[in-house]
């Protein structure tokens, strides 16, 4: 029997940092898992949230001086507006503050005590607060002299820890565990990364500390109220309570969707979800979700990208300057979900412009062109195609099928790729039949290689639809198709069957594309343009105030300062600018500057210059400095201390 619904649900993100190019990869994997299930006629729920309790937000809320919940509401909206942004369009946001939620793990935890899977007793041992986890005696890295030893995730010191606590008895569900794992090889996508787990678990598991009494920011348990419940307990739950578990009249609701089809996770976080999340499954009495899908980092300069390194890219100004589908197009299609990848400007650009640019938008411009040009606007199939026609007519059922087994296998990178393979055949195609001579020799064959590419076009959109909405929408109207992802129809399966029997009406929309150089040009090239025309003391060269604003001049203090190896002449900084998070800023100031003399300094910073790798190394803006007479140059900082981040005005 043919599934109809299909729940896919993305990690929980904690609400200390605003969402980041790495957050927004893994909400991107489940947006386009969801919306390739919307086009297969499934009925869809997506889950996305934020994880809003423990001891680290607790602490960076007292840090900015906010009240928990104060500080945590604060953040939300930046989650919510970047995924707007990027046409995420998930049914249900959670927040682990909310009330239905707190109230559900509370009977979680009640049912699970009370049937003995939950004990009280004492914890002893070290925890990351960073990773909000227990570190186990067995994985302890080294011990710097004045702290604890260091987690073996994150490589931040741990604390010690001796509190009365509630343990979790993971330590009966090893057995079951293993089962899962042999009996389900698909579980966890990629099957590689099974391996780390499994001999996590064969190597013995230990009861879970799942409660903490100096924290008090969290979900009280029920009947004793000194103890909250340790995040991931929290936390994991979220993925069932969304949808109606534990709160009483929404069982049927909770039936319609659990299991989960589809959990999307990174790799930093597969422990939790792929051994601690099952057993608290095996203990509630659920399924298991049918897969869990993990993916690599997304890495900027071979570190994994995040706040706390300072190397974070912001998806709102990715989002300004090249819009939302090329930058959902070149997460999905670079960044392999069975490795880690870097990220890079160059790399971005160099894909919008030639896949996107070049190979798909020149081919949909081309075919209205001169269709256009020669007063074509409706197209009809041949009663006959042409053998050429009929080889590219196979390859682009080929290329549907493939498309799809990749798809199916959530291996995006690989399904586009798969794809571009056809679109260069089909721009192939079109070049090779030299359209624009044979509109004037042959009406007939002219017609038939239009009606063939738009064929190709149609599939291409459609199969492209839940990487890029917006665009492959305004794809299918420039070609006629109607289209809506809502009619419960399988829609894959009908293009897959569907014969080459379309007509087409062809019509001129804005370019679907604009290659990065274009768009950046044309600024300039328009205030070069217009003052002459306005006739306005050119010779002064004045910018306007419109002008000046576009450039984000902003200060901030340099933490980290080291001279960057096999370079004379630059430095490497990660500079904070306060709510704007923190860059590394690479600056040719080494003959003037040792770094430790920079090092918790202020400086003025360009933050809206475009990234630029110097030595290897991407530099996030810009460090401004004046020459002095002794030919060295100067910092250039406010006269008095002002907060990281403000910007100069
Ligand atoms: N709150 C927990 C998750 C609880 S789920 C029940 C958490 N939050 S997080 O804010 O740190 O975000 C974690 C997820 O963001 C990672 O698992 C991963 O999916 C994604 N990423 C964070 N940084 C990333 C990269 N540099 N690259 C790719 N994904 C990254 O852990």
């Known amino acids: 029997m043919a599934i109809d619904k299909f729940y896919v649900t993305t990690p929980i993100y904690y609400v200390t940092a605003k969402p980041h190019l790495g957050t927004l990869y893994s909400t991107l994997l489940a947006d386009v898992a969801a919306r390739w299930n919307t086009l297969q006629g499934k009925r869809v729920f997506f889950l996305t949230g934020t994880d809003e309790h423990g001891q680290k937000i607790a602490q960076a ?24 942004m990027y046409d995420i ?21 009640r049912k699970l005590r009370d049937q003995g899977d939950i004990y009280k007793a004492t914890y002893q041992g070290w925890y990351c607060v960073s990773d909000e986890t227990f570190v186990l005696e067995k994985e302890v890295g080294a011990t710097p002299t004045d702290s604890g030893p260091l987690c073996p995730s994150c490589g931040r010191p741990t604390i010690e820890l001796s509190e009365e606590s509630y343990f979790f008895r993971l330590s009966a569900y090893q057995d079951r565990l293993l089962k ?23 190597s013995g598991l230990k009861d879970l500390s799942i409660s903490r009494t100096t924290v008090k920011w969290g979900i009280p348990f029920p009947d004793d109220p000194n103890h909250v419940t340790y995040v991931w307990a929290d936390a994991l739950n979220n993925y069932i309570t969304a949808i109606g578990y534990g709160q009483p009249g929404k069982e049927a609701q909770f039936k319609q969707w659990w299991p989960a089809d589809l959990q999307v996770l990174g790799k930093d976080i597969i422990r939790f979800h792929a051994v601690y999340w ?77 896949d996107l640019a070049d190979a798909l938008g020149n081919l949909l411009n081309r075919l209205v062109s001169l269709a256009h040009k020669h007063d074509v606007f409706d197209i009809a199939a041949p009663e006959i195609w042409s053998e050429k026609a009929i080889d590219l007519r196979n390859e682009c059922f080929n290329t549907i099928d493939d498309y799809s087994n990749y798809m199916q296998d959530c291996m ?139 450039v984000e ?23 904070d600018f306060g709510d ?70």
């Open 61 to 84: 809320a007292e840090k900015a001086g906010m009240a928990p919940k104060e500080f945590v509401d604060s953040f939300v909206p930046h989650f919510i507006d970047a995924w707007r």
């Open 412 to 550: 995006y990178h690989m399904a586009l790729s798969r794809l571009w393979r056809f679109i260069h055949s089909t721009n192939a195609y079109f070049h090779e039949h030299e359209p624009w001579k044979l509109a004037k020799q042959n009406r007939e064959q002219f017609i038939q290689v239009l009606s063939a590419t738009a064929h190709s076009l149609r599939a291409i959109a459609l199969l492209l639809w839940p990487v890029m909405p917006k665009t492959m929408a305004h794809l299918l109207d420039s070609i006629g198709v109607i289209f809506d992802e809502h009619t419960g129809n399988d829609m894959i399966e009908e293009l897959r069957l569907g014969a080459w029997q379309h007509h087409f009406l062809l019509k001129k929309v804005p370019m679907l594309f604009h290659k990065p150089e274009i768009k950046e040009m044309a600024p300039e090239s328009n205030v070069q343009a217009a003052t002459p025309a306005e006739n306005k003391a050119p010779e002064q060269n004045y910018i306007t105030i419109d002008d000046l604003v576009k």
């Open 180 to 202: 899962l794992y042999e009996e389900r090889p698909d579980f966890i996508i990629p099957k590689e990364r099974a391996h780390e787990v499994i001999s996590f678990v064969q």
């Open 89 to 109: 369009h998930y049914t249900h946001f959670i927040r682990t503050t909310d009330k239905e939620h707190v109230l559900a793990v509370q009977n979680w935890l």
């Open 278 to 354: 099952p057993a608290f499954l095996m203990a509630t009495g659920l399924e298991m979700p049918e897969h869990l899908l993990v993916h690599g980092w997304i890495k900027v300069d071979k570190q994994k990208m995040s706040k706390s390194f300072g190397n974070a890219i912001d998806p709102i100004e990715l989002h300004k300057k090249y819009g939302t589908d090329p930058v959902r197009y070149y997460l999905m299609r670079q960044i392999a979900i069975t490795h880690d990848s870097e990220f890079s400007i160059e790399d971005l650009e160099q894909k919008i412009g030639s």
């Open 553 to 575: 001049l902003v200060v901030g203090t340099i933490e980290q300062c080291e001279a960057v190896p096999n370079s004379e002449k630059l430095l490497k900084m990660q500079v």
């Open 580 to 649: 704007k998070g923190k860059r590394q800023i690479i600056a040719g100031i080494r003959a003037s500057y040792a770094p430790e003399q920079l090092v918790g300094k202020q400086g003025l910073f360009v933050l809206n210059l475009q990234p630029r790798k110097m030595a290897g190394l991407e530099s996030q803006g810009m460090m401004l400095v004046a020459e002095g007479s002794d030919k060295l140059v100067k910092r250039m900082a406010p006269e008095v201390p002002v907060p990281n981040g403000t910007r100069l005005r």
